[in-house]
């Protein structure tokens, strides 16, 4: 079994300051993990993943995450917002067991960026 | 290359009244997805297909079928809406290979019913 909690349902932050959004995860198997974003009324489009290459993850538009297993946590984060970063982010863990084409996402965080 | 694509856009139904929602996507993927999304619960996998002619229960299939006569292709059936099945409608495709399920979403069908 596998889950995810995202523990901010909305994060406000100044534009120019950092951001950070937080993930916790449980799986029964070595997980790979995700970060979608989803602006108003567009799909979602993928940020950066995890897949047990490097702990630091790059992904788009300046962010990144860090898989701590110890913590079971892979928080996104970025140095400086900026007013388009305005959208929900959900963190996302599939399992490498079987069943691993399945995807379990959280409940998402709102990010509002003010100016 | 247009990904994964979705029809229609938007919809609304009077309760009792069924509809089918079509995907297609054209990257060659294996794997096809049907989630729905409402307001803070994130997205629900309702279907998915691991291939061509088959399909199998996600975690809310109720009221929902669904077909995969062809590869590129997955339609999502509703034979009585019900106004619980008020949502935002996704659509996935992803292909494994061995490696991470990452999975590209088409833009969303926005379904209200009455």
């Known amino acids: 079994a596998q889950s995810v909690t995202q523990l901010d349902s909305h994060v406000s932050v100044s534009e120019g300051t950092p951001v950070l959004l937080r993930c916790n995860y449980s799986?029964?198997?070595?997980?790979?993990l995700f970060w979608y974003v989803q602006h108003p009324n567009k799909g979602l489009q993928l940020l950066l993943k995890?897949?047990?290459?490097?702990?630091l993850v790059k992904g788009i538009n300046g962010f990144e995450a860090e898989f701590k297993k110890s913590e079971t946590s892979f928080h996104l984060t970025k140095p400086s917002a900026h007013m388009s970063d305005a959208a929900e982010y959900f963190c996302?863990?599939?399992?490498?067991?079987?069943?691993?084409?399945?995807?379990?996402f959280g409940k998402g965080t709102k990010l509002s960026v003010i100016p | 290359n247009a990904g994964v694509t979705q029809t229609p856009k938007f919809r609304v139904l009077k309760t009792g009244q069924s509809m089918t929602l079509l995907c297609a996507q054209d990257?060659?993927?294996?794997?096809m997805y049907w989630y729905r999304q409402d307001p803070g619960m994130g997205l629900r996998l309702i279907h998915y297909?691991?291939?061509?002619?088959?399909?199998a229960k996600g975690e809310v299939p109720d009221g929902y079928n669904v077909s995969r006569l062809k590869k590129q292709n997955f339609l999502l059936g509703l034979e009585s809406a019900a106004p619980s099945q008020t949502s935002v409608y996704f659509c996935?495709?992803?292909?494994?290979?061995?490696?991470?399920?990452?999975?590209?979403f088409g833009p969303g069908t926005r379904l209200t019913v009455l």
């Open positions: 996935a495709s992803s292909q494994l290979l061995g490696g991470p399920n990452e999975q590209f």
């Open positions: 799986s029964s198997y070595s997980p790979s």
């Open positions: 995890y897949t047990s290459a490097a702990t």
């Open positions: 996302v863990v599939s399992s490498s067991g079987a069943g691993s084409y399945q995807l379990t």
């Open positions: 990257m060659n993927h294996e794997y």
């Open positions: 297909s691991v291939g061509e002619g088959t399909t």
